[in-house]
């Protein structure tokens, strides 16, 4: 069997992917979000919100014996504001922290922790986005949070190259580029006084230049399924010939 443990399994890129693993009756899922949209005997629920650490630190990832694969997938990313620094309300500036940043980095080291000692196949997959790379009205935090991201799964890979080949955790970190998604509604939506890109993104909608959920969780997929052919941690879905 194939264990997979995904955040932010609700809706968007976290649910396409569980939907499409679960397609293989090899694959088991673990979704751990706030509410639940999924049921399947191979699906398995934690009710967790990655904002609140009490929440995330209470969660440990289970002994899992004889295992082909063991996979997590850090999906889940927030923009609660799009306000300029000066104007965000600071609870808004620690939730986003927490759910791109401090979490993430909280389940990947409880997952080394657990699996180090494993031979088998086993893989990091965090969701970052391409404003980690570089600045953008408005997402300041956002923007900081993913470069965090990118830096932490960096260092990941640098560790690992200390342990034996056989025990080494592979690592990525990947922009998936612009998804039809809840968040991009929320983006569309902003007054231009306050974001002055917010016509770009209404334009990348108004001309079918949004990729959808499923597509982009296929192509993530592909990158795990076809792990060694990646020898970069930082990967950028749109410019990848998948």
Known sequence: MKHYFITGTSRGIGKSLAETLLKDANNKVTGISRTNTIKHKNYFHITTDLSNLDDTESFFFREIENAEEIVLINNSGVISEIKRVGEIKNKDIINDYNVNIVSPSILANNFIKRYQRLTNKRTILNISSGAGKHTIDAWAVYCASKS????????????????????????????????????????????????????????LKKNNELASPKETANLLLKIINNRNNFKDVILDLRNLNL
């Not at 902003?190 to 002055?196: G, H, Y």
């Open 148 to 203: 965090a991201l990118n830096m932490y799964s960096e260092n990941i890979k640098l560790e690992q190259s200390f342990f034996p080949e056989k025990n080494r955790i592979q690592i990525f970190s990947v922009a998936p580029g612009v998804i039809d998604t809840k968040m991009q509604d929320q983006i569309r939506e902003t007054d231009v006084k306050e974001f002055s890109d917010v016509e770009k993104f209404v334009s």
